[in-house]
């Protein structure tokens, strides 16, 4: 007796260990299937009848005699005969609605219930129902052939220039130009108050932690895909893994490096009537806002380069930086402030719209530096130029670098790269609002305030009428046509199978409405949700494993779900602590994979809300060779790579980058065959040189990179 009471005393604590880790690691908890009975009682000798006809159909549907996979927690929720007017209606619960529904088998499920039915009901007009949605209304607009898209879905188009356009680079029309996307990697270092100690928000498996694993997507694949198709991306989290960070801002011009001139008397620069940026003594406690520590500067624009403002920062160590522009913004101000980058590999130029995004960060892009002070090759240079004279040019910090964590909780700074840490941190340093955006638990939570803060996030970018739900009033007017949350989850199987994919939306916000405050239907978060669960669903199974598992689409109140007040989806990957899962996120060609699904995902939902054509970026080039003809020159060759999920992303043109030693590549030059001569190299130099596939829908990735070079005629000292 002894010995079964200590058994079970085991099994107990071994349960309920089990139970906390699923609800410390897991993103989101997993549906019970529960054969509850129904209540019959409470019915009609009539409705008892049909509601057990219509049980039968579920029973077929579960047993594969519909071309769905009925979710386990599917039950009916109620029926209405209206026997006058020979019409039936099943309602049924939110579970049945996680399956995705197409016109084929949404015509299959009204044949099936009908051919289930006695009569006289299977003559009877059918209505099926799941989540207050008739389930035809339930089909993506992506996926309608035969039905009419339901226009409600379709947002109001913002026509105004995008936020950032770099010149003399190809605009992929039937990409994303002109699209702006918030997305954003889960988790990060947090610091917790009740432990008074920073710490991961989830737990290490399999030498990671999802703190950190998603970014291996979004960072060096998801962001700079979108980004080749066109889009302007935003990021709550710090997207540059420099830990080096250097600020240059107009307040303190000797000591930062920033400098100003006018070529005319009649232009000049001045200091603005409100607050700008101001570099923080050392960090930024409780809810100091370093976009009102300061001032910011101004002057009028020209039909011709009349005045100049250039920031050149001693950078204190050779590498890659994020580069980062701010300035104030108003409707008076410039659509094409052109900001210069100089560094390595030549000068970048950028078109900003400065009637937008103001007072935050706004990302240009990212370069190569030497360290030290040099500013032809390390700075950045605003020029009052415009296609309209007499407006206003301005000019506040620029940084270079995503730095270390500079944000103190109770005295403590996270001590670790700002790359690493939540959003609720980098939200506070890029000047959004405290009570608005990230501080929504008055200092008592930074867990809640950390994935709560990130949707209302993108309503403060969007601004009007979408504005943060506290005051939709305010914002920095930046049109955002989507966000996306990127999890992985918990949860084993007791096989070798992956436990897969799972997507959550939300067809009602903050305020419980299904429209958004601008009058979009709220199922616009649900076809984005379809589209990119099916894409990624559809490509893992064609390049990796043919058994990935549909996990369901989940219409769940999730704060990054039902925050953003633009469609929205939160998407949970793969299983983080289930090992056929984990062997594939672990693997690089796996990761540009599913950003690549993600990316096509995007493009398909946009184009057709906006109903025009798309064409998918093309793959990297393979077959890259260098070699040196008789002359001396660089003899460059390679061939493109057909993709067989996407005819169209076919490449009809290439670009060719070069690099003189540790420098940085140039702005490349476009040839429209697969091969290239490049001028011999200087002797005692080294060469680089990669190319990308261009065509209407964007630029592929880089090529992998050779090397060419000379010996010198010096002999060397032995």
Not at 5 to 32: D, E, H, V
Not at 96 to 101: G, K, W
Not at 412 to 431: D, K
Not at 660 to 687: E, K, L, S, Y
């Amino acid at each position: 007796m002894m010995i079964r009471s200590l058994f079970a005393g085991k099994r107990t604590l071994i349960f309920t260990l089990f139970a906390l880790a699923w609800m410390w690691n897991g993103c989101t908890p997993q549906y019970r299937t529960r054969h509850i009975p129904y209540d019959y009682s409470r019915m009609d000798k009539e409705t008892a009848a049909v509601h057990r006809q219509v049980e039968a159909f579920l029973y077929k549907i579960e047993h594969k005699q519909a071309p769905i996979r009925l979710h386990p927690a599917t039950r009916i929720d109620s029926l209405r005969i209206d026997n006058s007017h020979k019409e039936l209606t099943v309602w049924l619960n939110n579970a049945f609605a996680s399956i995705p529904f197409r016109e084929k088998n949404v015509n299959a499920l009204y044949a099936l219930l009908r051919e289930t039915l006695a009569r006289p009901y299977k003559d009877y007009r059918l209505h099926i129902y799941s989540m207050g949605f008739p389930i035809g209304q339930l089909i993506p607009n992506y996926y309608r052939h035969t039905l009419p898209p339901d226009t409600t879905r379709f947002p109001p188009r913002d026509t105004r220039p995008p936020i950032v356009r770099r010149e003399n680079q190809p605009m992929p029309e039937k990409g994303l130009y002109g699209n702006t996307i918030a997305l954003w990697p889960s988790h990060g270092w947090y610091y917790n108050r009740e432990q008074k100690r920073w710490m991961w928000q989830r737990a290490r498996l399999f030498g990671t932690v999802e703190d950190l694993m998603p970014a291996a997507f979004t960072t060096p694949y998801l962001l700079p895909m979108l980004e080749k198709a066109g889009a302007n991306v935003f990021v709550p989290r710090e997207r540059d893994v420099n830990s080096n960070k250097v600020i240059v801002d107009n307040d303190d011009p000797l000591s930062t490096g920033y400098s100003e001139g006018a070529s005319s008397e009649h232009i000049s620069w001045q200091t603005g009537p409100s607050p700008g940026f101001g570099q923080p003594d050392s960090l930024l406690y409780g809810h100091q806002n370093p976009f009102r520590l300061g001032s910011w500067r101004h002057t009028q624009s020209d039909t011709v380069a009349t005045a100049w403002a250039r920031w050149a920062p001693v950078f204190p160590d050779s590498g890659r930086y994020a580069v980062y522009v701010s300035y104030r913004a108003d409707n008076n101000h410039v659509e094409d402030a052109r900001y210069t980058v100089h560094h390595l590999g030549g000068h970048t130029v950028f078109k900003v719209n400065q009637t937008m995004g103001g007072h935050t960060w706004i990302y240009l892009g990212t370069f190569r530096f030497a360290r030290g002070y040099h500013p032809g090759t390390g700075s950045v240079m605003l020029s009052n130029i415009s296609r309209e004279k007499g407006r206003v040019v301005s000019a506040d910090a620029v940084r270079f670098g995503g730095g270390m964590g500079i944000v103190a909780r109770e005295g403590q700074t996270s001590g670790r790269p700002a790359f690493t840490e939540g959003a609720r941190y980098w939200m506070q340093s890029a000047g959004f609002p405290d009570t608005l955006v990230y501080n929504l638990h008055a200092d008592t939570n930074d867990y809640k305030d950390d994935y709560q803060g990130r949707g209302e996030w993108v309503n403060y970018l969007f601004g009007a009428p979408n504005g943060p739900n506290r005051d939709r009033s305010k914002g920095l007017g930046v049109p955002v046509d989507l966000s996306l949350a990127f999890h992985t989850d918990a949860g084993i199987t007791n096989s070798d199978t992956a436990v897969g994919t799972l997507l959550i939306y939300s067809t009602t916000g903050a305020d419980t409405t299904t429209f958004f405050p601008d009058g979009t239907s709220r199922l616009a978060s649900r076809d984005f949700a379809d589209i990119l669960q099916s894409q990624l669903v559809d490509d893992i199974r064609a390049l990796y494993d043919p058994s990935w598992s549909r996990r369901g689409l989940r219409n769940a109140r999730y704060s990054e779900a039902f925050r953003p007040n633009v469609p929205a989806a939160l998407l949970e990957l793969l299983s983080h602590q289930n090992w056929a899962d984990a062997r594939f996120m672990l693997d690089p060609r796996f990761r540009f994979d599913v950003s690549r699904a993600i990316y096509k995902a995007m493009l398909r939902y946009l184009a057709n809300r906006e109903q025009r054509p798309y064409v998918v970026a093309p793959l990297p080039v393979d077959h890259f060779s260098a070699v040196l003809d008789s002359a001396g020159r660089v003899r460059l060759n390679w061939q493109p790579v057909s993709d067989p999920l996407e005819p169209s992303a076919r490449p009809v043109a290439y670009k060719v980058y070069r690099r003189r030693d540790n420098g940085d590549f140039d702005n490349g030059r476009i040839v429209t065959q697969p091969f290239m001569t490049m001028p011999a190299p200087d002797a005692g130099h080294i060469h680089s040189y990669k190319v990308t596939a261009l065509n209407e829908g964007g630029e592929s990735f880089d090529s992998e990179i050779l090397s060419v070079g000379r010996a010198g005629t010096d002999r060397p000292v032995v």
